[in-house]
């Protein structure tokens, strides 16, 4: 798959990266000289980051062009997503372009976070082509987009348009009417316009208004928004309730949106010197640099939790485990199993650097999961009643590994019977062959219902038994059987 | 310390909660015979939480009481809040009834979130005790106070208040300006406005608008507000490049703000049955223990990175440590000891319903670090470049343990010289202390740089031997020394 991005500022460079890092060759197209340099350092900022989110390898990364020609630029790609300036004739103009030279199945996307599809569409050779599909700052890291489709989008592109937006890793929100901003600028403007009369009156100061939102609402609206926070605030007494008595306070005089401030150069220096008072003890970078380790903790974060954005996370691990297979390999003579190659995640790292420790435990627990799927012991054998639980394991760490760097596990049977499983694994980076960590394990084929020790049915342990016959003839590993602090 | 908390609904008992958790004792005033039961599911779930942030020990719980005469429980405290309804007439007498009885060093905060302090003040026999303290629901987790003193409250009393917030982990705001509302409710009145015509036009749900919040800007306000969020997406070009860029948009119609929208019966009952219909698939209380889970992981994640209300938590931690003594704690009768004490996360399950065999080697790393801490080995000894690399483990497992189950883990220190560190460390489930896993560790002193063992400095662990030398009263555990497989 091939994305075309069509304006390559803060937002294109961030579709660039998310696509790229998902698999798709990407061509930026911008006439901006510096656009290299500008999608090359959102790029640096990406890489560091998505890639923490995933527990599962990624697809390999696609390949990176620039073309100024935009009209080469789209003649070949599945996907093209218009990010210039919010000025509808630029729109027009671009648009039209696009249409005269892109594959008439292609997808055209646009950024703009304020015109509505039909103004897009609006005099378009293929209006059915054309929708809204807003993402949010970082690109890369956020995983909403607004899909808005609009009169005249072809409902076949807009669910094709959803299906690849997953495929990178985001969560499409169908706005079924179209509407002026969408949804979530129309609360950002809402926001905005209170805070500039906050600053305007010397209420508060820039510091101020975001302590008030990043201590307080901010850390809500992370993980529930606005109305299940309600919800809860409503309690047992329900959410009718709760609003009920939230009416009287909308006529309340709480509010000067009724008023646009005037954003004179006055105001606007105001809030340049306190923001630079505020932030200007770091760069822009360093910022983008904190946000995103924020984003990536709190993201993590309800990942582990399963909820919110955490959730879209783990539906896109599913995702992109399907796509990525494991790697197929001829048994036979006798050599400890190869079960898995992969790379070392940049999740797994701790503040040394290096790979934490309990990250070895889960790269040895998929390699059970990869030994017994090779004995044809799938997840029907689970489903039928049966299992391997692990009773007890010794691991010992001999070398760290770095983020991203590849590694292999191999497993070698010391024993095989109808209730146990006695089985040593190694864990070698795949550059240089190191041996990084060992695990011993027992498991005990166990019957799921009661929990107890039984013995498996004969069929079902054949390819296990083989393999330990053949593993008899290998060398028994030289720290199997010890014990913790044996000298 | 103590203090009296009158009205006992969530905004008072998370107040309770807050007071309590930190070491004051606390009564509670609140005519409505539900109010024990009220309080004490809110403690339920704070003490499940709010602990949960720390990486010191926090102080000895105070005492809770009840009392309904309102006179009584103001008479001997040294913080009196005021949580009852949003009614000015309600309050005013209310105030007089405290000011009446309780004492005039005492501080009166209101927790309300529309009033100002004169409005308040205004009458009162002592308008330079009250100030307003406006919290966030939960407020046992958030740490935002808005602080307003409005016209009369004396200096001396506000700067007394803020110490005492900080005293319980909350970061005051001090909002130098009185304004109906104070600040961070009027961001929340005018999403709301604007939230509300969305549903009533039927441009979206309540799970929409709540999906366009949470997987969106919602996650960048957890960590940077409004302002330093738009630093970073006007760049390298500037804030008040950005905010002339913005202005423009300001006279948009993208906005019915300067409506009031009639918030009748019809559109309360469409949001009910919206709501019904997103959340209505967990009650209340489950609700508020995923919220409470959640808020805990984005909060620890800020507070690895030490940011935001990240960094409110790690200057709590400071202030408990000056006042609750380590040491203290670890005299006495030779017992293994506490480490952690939390609840198994969801995504820590694995298909079977239990917890997957790789996070118990997480709880027993998360553990090592609890023990580090509390022997005085932080982040600083780390810094200075030395640690403890984990050499070999050996891991049983006993027990199956499900998610949001609480568990602890204790340590028994086995052997601590210079160079090596021994321990065996257990898993109990919390309700019913089953034993469900065991890690025996050897940890290596190392220096970072040349990755080597090297003896550590007598007075790094200093604390280690004394613990060891008192473990060594303790019966050795008896699997202590097994290896894999043995009979």
Not at 143 to 170: N, Q, T, Y
Not at 362 to 377: I, T
Not at 394 to 411: G, I, L, M, R, W
Not at 465 to 477: G, T
Request: aromatic fraction near 8%.
């Amino acid at each position: 798959m091939k994305a075309a991005i069509v304006g390559g500022g803060v937002i294109g460079g961030g579709w660039a990266a998310r696509f790229l890092l998902h698999g798709w060759d990407v061509v930026v197209s911008d006439p901006n000289p510096r656009v290299e340099t500008q999608v090359a350092e959102i790029l640096l900022n990406a890489e560091k980051c998505l890639p923490a989110l995933a527990d599962v390898p990624m697809p390999a990364r696609g390949t990176l062009s620039f073309e100024p020609s935009l009209a080469v630029a789209v003649a070949d790609v599945d996907w093209i997503q218009e990010s210039v300036p919010e000025d509808l004739s630029i729109k027009h103009s671009v648009i039209a372009e696009i249409q005269a030279n892109a594959p008439a199945q292609a997808i055209l996307g646009s950024s703009t976070s304020g015109f509505k599809p039909s103004q897009l569409q609006d005099g378009a050779p293929r209006p059915g082509q054309i929708l809204v599909a807003h993402p949010f700052n970082p690109v890369y890291l956020l995983p909403l987009a607004e899909v808005v489709a609009g009169p005249d989008c072809i409902d076949e592109v807009r669910d094709r348009a959803c299906d690849s937006l997953r495929s990178i890793g985001m969560e499409p929100l169908i706005v079924r009417h179209e509407i002026d901003a969408h949804i979530a600028d129309r609360f950002l403007e809402a926001v905005w316009r209170e805070a500039l009369w906050l600053i305007k009156d010397d209420i508060a100061t820039t510091e101020e208004i975001d302590n008030a939102i990043r201590y307080g609402f901010g850390l809500r609206w992370g993980q529930m928004g606005l109305f299940e926070t309600y919800r809860l605030a409503g309690g047992e007494e329900g959410m009718a309730h709760f609003i009920r008595q939230f009416g009287p306070c909308l006529a309340w005089p709480w509010t000067k949106l009724m008023d646009v401030p005037e954003l004179d150069e006055e105001l606007v220096q105001k809030i340049a010197s306190q923001s630079e008072a505020q932030s200007g003890a770091y760069s822009i970078r360093e910022l983008e640099a904190i946000r995103d380790r924020n984003l990536v903790g709190i993201l993590r974060s309800l990942k582990e939790r399963d909820w919110g954005a955490g959730r879209v996370l783990n539906q896109n691990d599913k995702r992109l485990a399907e796509r990525v297979s494991v790697a197929a390999q001829d048994d036979g003579a006798a050599v400890p199993i190869r079960l898995l190659e992969s790379t070392v995640l940049p999740a797994w790292i701790d503040y040394n650097g290096h790979m934490t420790e309990f990250r070895y435990a889960q790269v040895f627990s998929d390699s059970c999961e990869a030994l017994l799927r090779r004995v044809g012991l799938h997840d029907d054998y689970v489903a039928a009643g049966h299992s391997y639980y692990t009773a007890e394991t010794h691991n010992q760490f001999y070398d760290e590994v770095a983020a991203n760097k590849p590694y292999y596990t191999s497993v070698q049977i010391l024993l095989a019977d109808a209730k146990r499983l006695h089985v040593f694994y190694r864990m070698h980076a795949a550059d240089d062959d190191r041996l990084l960590a060992t695990l011993e394990a027992m498991y005990l084929h166990v019957s799921i219902q009661s929990g107890k020790v039984v013995a498996a049915e004969a069929a079902a342990t054949t390819r296990l038994m083989a393999l330990a016959d053949e593993h008899v003839a290998l060398a028994k590993p030289e720290t199997a059987g010890r014990f913790v602090g044996q000298r």
